[in-house]
């Protein structure tokens, strides 16, 4: 029954690595979001889809590249990982684009060597 | 742009002290304002929030208002227990030239709580 859910809770790869990061929201939400936390707890938003269509995209390396196949599902896919990539990065979603309240996963914390 | 400072921790309490954060804003127009809290290992919560001057939000025995002549919304609780130890994020709800909402996240707050 939970409500914002990400895989996996946990990755460790070499640097040069491609991975992916999944999440599903099963609140009925049309808005999902990919935010990056670093050491120091900074919080970062990422990217923002809305009903599948990208509608906020930050400053973010093209290595990147976010996929939503449905409104419940918004994954990550991280291309040649550097060392700096290493952070906790959450998934959260709201009901609508105009909602303000967001709904966040437990994080996945990507440890790069 | 709109941004959000919040004081810096970590801040280290005695259970049953009293705790202030304090969190100033900058925006246009009439942001939003929320206090979400992060528990050890897991994801934010919503604490509270507020929508509109002198509005006050509360949960958990925590309460901020919103105080538009300062441009404040501080948290506070009367009593912090153990279980309170969290960081604690202030943020602000900002439009932004799509019309999409966005929260501006401020640093972040870590409270340690001690028996």
């Known amino acids: 029954d939970t409500a914002v859910s990400q895989t996996p809770k946990y990755l460790v790869t070499q640097m040069g690595n491609d991975k992916s990061i999944k999440c599903e929201q099963n609140?009925?939400?049309?808005?999902m979001y990919w935010y990056k936390q670093d050491s120091k707890k900074f919080l970062k938003i990422m990217f923002s889809y809305n009903n599948k269509e990208l509608i906020i995209n930050e400053t973010v390396p093209n290595r990147f590249s976010p996929k939503s196949p449905d409104k419940a599902h918004l994954n990550l896919h991280i291309n040649s990982l550097e060392l700096g990539d290493s952070a906790v990065y959450f998934c959260?979603?709201?009901?609508?684009?105009?909602?303000?309240?967001?709904?966040f996963g437990p994080g996945t914390r990507l440890l790069v060597l | 742009g709109d941004s959000v400072t919040q004081m810096e921790g970590p801040v280290t309490l005695s259970e049953e002290a009293f705790l202030t954060i304090n969190c100033t804003y900058t925006?246009?127009?009439?942001?939003?304002l929320f206090w979400y809290v992060q528990y050890p290992g897991e994801g934010l919560q919503l604490l509270l929030k507020?929508?509109?001057a002198d509005d006050k939000g509360s949960n958990k025995g925590f309460e901020a208002t919103y105080r538009k002549e300062t441009t404040s919304f501080h948290l506070e609780k009367g009593s912090v227990q153990v279980s309170d130890s969290a960081v604690y994020f202030c943020a602000l709800s900002h439009y932004n030239a799509g019309n999409n909402r966005k929260l501006i996240w401020g640093l972040g707050t870590s409270l340690a709580v001690n028996p």
């Open positions: 507020a929508t509109k």
């Open positions: 959260a979603s709201s009901q609508r684009r105009e909602s303000e309240t967001q709904y």
């Open positions: 925006a246009t127009g009439y942001p939003s």
């Open positions: 609140l009925g939400h049309d808005t």
